[in-house]
């Protein structure tokens, strides 16, 4: 089956595990979105693998990835964690491909997504600073530079050349230095030599490997409730992790896809700011995080922890039809007294079951709270039969509440700790 893993919530729900998992049963792992904000965290035996830009599954080394057009390549950052890869001992080799459609996020990219953060002050977005925003304006603005432009140092040039002009003009408004073309060039021209023997027509060759039936993984970064349009704008990111992006960031028709994997925490958390209705700002939360590492890949943010929250969820569910949802951290929760989940909000005295559009309405909503009992032990608990019933009691009312089955649950960071169903 060719599927698609998807982050159900705010991201970090672990998809880097999930799809590592599922990689043994693919051919072709491909990334059609995001770029270096994402931080996907595999643990193979005692060593912590975390990919950014390459697809997880580039640690099975029978397996080709490919980086699809819809993703913005930092070549600075592609560069470092791909030395970092190869330093553990991972082969790269010929088993990577990177569209030459997928655009390039340059150093003023990275420079303004900071500075317009910083202009925001308590309204700042909370964004990684990799550059993301900014280069998906570019790409929008249709004056993007693309990785193809790395083939022809000539065309390279010219549209550094001209793209800096403009930026420089907004240097000056924003009375910052000024940034050097032939600087720049010279450092892409640098990159240029790395990078052209990944670069390929990666929509030919995908659609090729679909025809003679070989099975694609493809591997959403981010999450649901970070999608440019259906999540919680402004406080998103600036691409389509929705099922969506896999079609326009990829080139694959929407034929292709036969399964949707949505992959949800057993709680909830979010990096950056905007409206988190089951936030928990007291000891619990705390504990949460501090148990469950929740500190960003990329960033080492404190990530903001909370209880489930299954409005979220059933809209992502319905976004991208989920099939199925694989359950991460569930030992996470272990030892509590009693675990919560938000199965709708209170508005202005009335209760909802919906993500208001308008963000000023969706502050105002307050979580309405189903109780269930905790339980003891989760971890590394590998079959359904030995689980605590209460955290099965847990499991088995998000599946109706969802009409979704739970058919991956993770008790622990290690690719065994797992249970399927
Ligand atoms: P950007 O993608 O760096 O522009 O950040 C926009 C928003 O998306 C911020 O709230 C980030 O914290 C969030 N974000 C971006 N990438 C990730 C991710 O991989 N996991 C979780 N949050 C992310």
């Given at each position: 089956m060719n599927r698609l893993v998807i982050g159900?919530?705010?991201?970090?729900?672990g998809k880097g595990k999930i799809v590592d998992i599922l990689t043994k049963d693919a051919d072709i792992v491909v990334r059609y979105q995001g770029g270096s904000n994402a931080g996907h965290t595999v643990c193979i035996d005692d060593e912590t693998f975390i990919l950014h830009?390459?697809?997880?599954?580039?640690?099975?080394?029978d397996k080709i990835c490919v980086i699809g057009n819809g993703v913005v390549i930092d070549p600075k950052s592609f560069l470092e964690e791909k030395r970092t890869l190869e330093g553990l001992g991972v082969e790269i080799g010929e088993r990577l491909l990177i569209s030459e459609k997928a655009h390039l996020v340059m150093p003023y990219h990275k420079e303004f997504d900071a500075l317009k953060e910083s202009s925001l002050?308590?309204?700042?977005?909370?964004?990684?600073?990799?550059g993301i925003g900014p280069c998906y304006v570019d790409k929008h603005a249709r004056v993007g530079i693309r990785?193809?432009?790395?083939?022809s140092l000539d065309i390279l040039k010219k549209k550094i050349e001209t793209n800096v002009e403009e930026i420089n003009k907004l240097c000056d408004v924003y009375g910052i230095d000024r940034f050097n073309h032939k600087e720049i060039f010279e450092e892409y021209a640098e990159y240029a030599k790395e990078i052209t023997p990944y670069i390929r027509n990666t929509v030919y060759y995908l659609n090729g490997v679909y025809k003679n039936k070989k099975k694609i993984l493809f591997e959403g970064a981010q999450g649901s409730l970070l999608?440019?349009?259906?999540?919680t704008y402004p406080f998103?990111?600036?691409?389509?992790?929705?099922?969506g992006g896999a079609f326009s960031g990829t080139?694959?028709?929407?034929?292709?896809?036969?399964n949707v994997i949505g992959v949800m925490k057993a709680y909830t958390t979010r990096v950056g700011n905007g409206p988190f209705?089951?936030?928990?700002?007291d000891d619990v939360g705390d504990n949460i995080r501090q148990k469950g590492g929740e500190?960003?890949?990329?960033?080492?943010r404190p990530r903001r922890c909370g209880w489930l929250d299954l409005v979220v969820v059933k809209y992502a569910a319905m976004l991208s039809g989920m099939d199925e949802i694989a359950m991460t951290?569930?030992?996470?929760?272990?030892?509590?007294d009693e675990i919560k989940v938000c199965t709708g909000y209170e508005y202005e005295g009335r209760k909802i079951g919906f993500i208001p559009s308008q963000l000023e309405e969706f502050a105002k909503c307050k979580p309405v709270y189903k109780t269930f009992e905790g339980w003891d032990n989760t971890k590394?608990?590998?079959?359904?039969?030995?689980?605590?019933d209460s955290a099965k009691q847990y499991i088995e009312f998000i599946e109706r509440f969802l009409?979704?089955?739970?058919?991956m649950i993770s008790t622990?960071?290690?690719?065994?700790e797992v249970i399927t169903r």
């Open positions: 159900a919530q705010w991201g970090d729900e830009l390459i697809p997880s599954g580039i640690l099975h080394k002050g308590d309204d700042k977005i909370g964004t990684t600073k990799r990785i193809c432009d790395l083939l999608d440019i349009d259906f999540g998103v990111t600036s691409s389509n992790p929705t099922v080139g694959l028709p929407y034929k292709a896809l036969e209705p089951s936030e928990l700002t500190f960003g890949a990329t960033t080492g951290k569930i030992d996470v929760l272990d030892g509590m590394n608990v590998e079959s359904y039969s030995d689980l605590p009409g979704i089955p739970i058919t622990g960071s290690k690719r065994n």
